[in-house]
């Protein structure tokens, strides 16, 4: 298996988690509105490719698997996007209609595919109001992923020095984690082909998500970065509810393969939808030590946070803006 360049590969990156948190469970809890949800992030610098690519049950439903796509083209082609529900196979699983997430090795390797046919839309149209029905493209995904960070544990975050707040005060879900990766493989759309090589951001989160899941909801920011050059990263979130209050925080640093919670100093606030040039600041305390960066947006896309999380902006609405950014870190660049 290839490395980061400069650094050896880590002996384990589960920060401690058993092997089978990386799995998805075969029964549903006996909990109102359970879910279990997988999310992965690449970017690719170098064609300005973004993914935003989402698996989870459904609320209510179990046996349905949601599969949500959304990539941002570059050359200003726009947007592909995809929705769709599926009683997928148990072999299969977490999968959807098109989109599957395999689970090579766990906190170590995946295998992420997509094969279906996506809405295209122009990036302006999406940020000043809702998709609507148009052209459709055929998208084909298949990447390899490499996991180059240990583990983030929500929880463990929350309850060390430098964290807030706690996975237990969440409507969202009570167990998250989050790592870092090298994406490497193929990205085609209509008479288009890629190769993707660069880094990404997951997730997988268990718990409670129904429909009241947004009840007292105020906002979120949450970030990772991957400097290739060095190994060395980034993260951090932060979830407040409509007073203001945080109800979960925590960072971390990652260097020489080593991750150390760090305290959230300085997170961005949302108050512009803008597609490129935004400049974003980070600010991370660990013991006697302060790491401030800045990053700025490349490409972005966004959804309404509402139910079910429409693509596009409605007026008036709350948005989820997802954006991919550059950041450098004494010379080192990661995204």
Request: some cysteine; hydrophobic content about 35%; aromatic content about 10%.
């Amino acid at each position: 298996m290839s490395t980061l360049r400069g650094e050896p590969r880590v002996k384990d990156l589960s920060a401690g988690l058993p092997p089978e948190r990386e799995q998805v469970v075969t029964s549903c809890p006996p909990v109102p509105a359970w879910t279990e949800n997988l999310l992965f992030t690449p970017y690719d610098p170098t064609h300005n490719i973004g993914m935003w690519l989402h698996l989870g049950t459904v609320a209510d439903a179990w046996e349905l698997w949601e599969d949500r796509a959304l990539v941002t083209l570059p050359d200003g082609e726009g947007v592909l996007s995809m929705w769709a529900y599926h009683r997928t196979d148990p072999a299969r699983r977490p999968a959807g209609a098109n989109l599957r997430f395999e689970c090579l090795e766990p906190f170590r390797r995946w295998r992420v595919t997509f094969d279906g046919f996506c809405l295209r839309t122009p990036q302006e149209s999406m940020r000043t109001g809702l998709v609507r029905d148009g052209e459709k493209v055929r998208l084909q995904l298949d990447l390899d992923i490499e996991c180059a960070t240990p583990v983030w544990d929500a929880h463990t975050a929350a309850a060390a020095a430098t964290g807030r707040g706690g996975m237990d005060q969440q409507q969202w879900a009570k167990e998250h984690y989050e790592q870092l990766y090298r994406a490497r493989g193929t990205v085609r759309w209509g008479r288009r082909e890629v190769t993707f090589d660069d880094t990404g951001w997951r997730d997988h989160s268990r718990g409670p998500r129904g429909d009241d899941s947004v009840n007292g909801w105020g906002g979120h920011v949450i970030a990772g970065c991957l400097f290739p050059g060095t190994g060395r990263a980034f993260g951090l979130s932060r979830y407040w509810s409509t007073d203001g209050t945080v109800t979960l925080e925590g960072g971390y640093v990652v260097e020489a393969g080593e991750l150390t919670h760090a305290q959230v100093v300085d997170v961005p606030r949302l108050d512009g939808l803008v597609a490129s040039g935004e400049v974003l600041p980070f600010g991370l305390a660990r013991q006697d030590r302060r790491l401030e960066l800045t990053a700025t947006t490349r490409t972005g896309l966004w959804t309404t946070f509402a139910g079910g999380l429409p693509y596009g902006v409605a007026s008036p609405g709350r948005a989820y803006a997802i954006n991919w950014t550059s950041c450098d870190w004494d010379g080192d660049v990661g995204h």
